[in-house]
């Protein structure tokens, strides 16, 4: 089945466009948001544009896909973000996930929509290849951003591994693992305003 946008919570997330390649390649380039990821700094326009094409091939959300997606506040609109979901193969009921901002849209409430939206679509029992039950972030233990931000949404700490990242500097770092199980969403959901 085709992937189909996730669409609220006021985000459209949807796949990533040649025309986002510039708007990505400053995102990725960012020395703020290069900090705490893996991929490659500073990623040129035309490296962003190879990216994208890479990208057309994976279906979001089906067990064994791992892909990157854009975060827009409107369909078509321009990309403000972008969303990294990876649903193993060896345990296709749990989902990996992991979000940049591009630079100027932090602090609207944009991270913490478009969490909210993967965890309804992932959630939802009708998901292609069935629904997940768990959906993890693993976060170096000093990007505090994104641990505010999936404690806001209401992910648990559920471990601390010692030294099992690396960042760019070389150095080893702990991570910190949060997890969303979906009767915990559907708890979190019931007790937030719609």
């Known amino acids: 089945m085709p992937f189909r946008p996730i669409v609220g919570h006021g985000v459209v997330i949807d796949r990533l466009v040649f ?29 962003a544009r190879q990216f ?15 892909v990157q997606l854009a975060i827009r506040e409107t369909s078509g609109g321009p990309l403000v973000g972008d969303l990294y979901l990876d649903r193993s193969e060896a345990t296709p009921p749990s989902v990996e996930v992991g979000i940049t901002l591009v630079p100027g849209f932090h602090g609207r409430g944009l991270a ?20 997940v039950r768990r959906v993890v972030a693993v976060l170096d233990v000093d990007n505090v951003r994104s641990r505010a931000l999936f404690e806001r949404v209401g992910f648990r700490l559920d471990a601390r591994h010692r030294d099992s990242g690396r960042r760019r500097d070389g150095t080893r ?22």
């Open 19 to 47: 025309e986002d390649a510039s708007a990505l390649s400053s995102s990725h380039s960012d020395p703020g948001n290069a900090t705490y990821q893996g991929w490659p700094s500073p990623l040129s326009p035309a490296a």
């Open 52 to 66: 994208i094409e890479s990208e057309r091939g994976s279906e979001p959300l089906a067990p064994g896909a791992a």
């Open 112 to 131: 913490t929509a478009a969490i909210a939206a993967v965890l309804d679509a992932v959630f939802d029992p009708a998901l292609e290849g069935g629904s």
């Open 173 to 194: 770092a702990d991570e910190l693992e949060f997890v969303m199980s979906d009767r915990r969403w559907r708890e979190v959901r019931g007790t937030r305003q719609p």
